[in-house]
């Protein structure tokens, strides 16, 4: 099945220490997003991608990199800049064309220790 | 800017009651509207959408209509079910913009008890 898959469900980050989330998507689509979502909060974007190595800072990139090597997969790196990173944070690709839709992974919750 | 204000939950339904959630968006242009899902430990789902004004969205029951009058676009279903507890979003799409930058509501935790 066609989708998107994001890895780990769960994620530990200590002091100091950076880390990279996992998006990949076999729908073949060029765009593809990260958010945050924190409780009470709705999204909020952090990066975007409309195509292969190419990428643009959203409302919140300040404390994460991404990069964009291959059409398929997307990392989201939140570094140690970042000094709330406790959220749930969601990747997406859009399908594009008459018909655009938003296709949202199941997630990656990211705590402190 | 655009925002969107969607009424504060949670909300708490018994089952087959009649659901409203408010939803009021602030957009310099025509936007498009939609109405998300997020079911516990997912992502989210696209439930319904409307492109342009007195167009009605619809989907499992659901409805929202883009009044561009009183700039809201209300999500309404008749009878909800237990399977319909989760969180819902409305958002909007900036006009011209891609529907990947979207900006969402805070959401509204809905919960059914049977």
């Known amino acids: 099945d066609g989708g998107i898959t994001q890895s780990p469900k769960y994620l530990f980050r200590k002091e100091g220490q950076n880390v990279t989330l996992s998006c990949e998507q076999n729908l073949n689509h060029d765009a593809m997003y990260w958010y945050r979502q924190d409780p009470g909060q709705g999204l909020r974007l952090i990066y975007y991608?409309?195509?292969?190595?190419?990428?643009q800072k959203g409302d919140i990139a300040e404390g994460y990199s991404v990069s964009r090597e291959k059409k398929e997969s997307f990392p989201l790196t939140v570094t140690s800049a970042q000094k709330n990173p406790t959220a749930f944070y969601l990747c997406?690709?859009?399908?594009?064309?008459?018909?655009?839709?938003?296709?949202f992974g199941s997630g990656t919750q990211l705590s402190v220790l | 800017g655009d925002s969107v204000t969607q009424m504060e939950g949670p909300v708490t339904l018994s089952e087959e009651a009649f659901l409203t959630i408010n939803c009021t968006y602030t957009a310099t242009g025509y936007p498009s509207l939609f109405w998300y899902v997020q079911y516990p430990g997912e992502g989210l789902q696209l439930l319904l959408k409307?492109?342009?004004?007195?167009d009605k969205g619809s989907n499992k029951g659901f409805e929202a209509t883009y009044r561009k009058e009183t700039t809201s676009f209300h999500l309404e279903k008749g009878s909800v079910q237990v399977s319909d507890s989760a969180v819902y979003f409305c958002?909007?799409?900036?006009?011209?913009?891609?529907?990947?930058?979207?900006?969402f509501g805070k959401g509204t935790k809905l919960s059914v008890k049977p």
């Open positions: 958002a909007l799409r900036d006009y011209g913009g891609s529907q990947g930058n979207l900006i």
């Open positions: 409307a492109t342009k004004a007195d």
């Open positions: 991608s409309q195509i292969v190595n190419d990428f």
């Open positions: 997406a690709s859009l399908r594009q064309g008459g018909n655009e839709k938003l296709f």
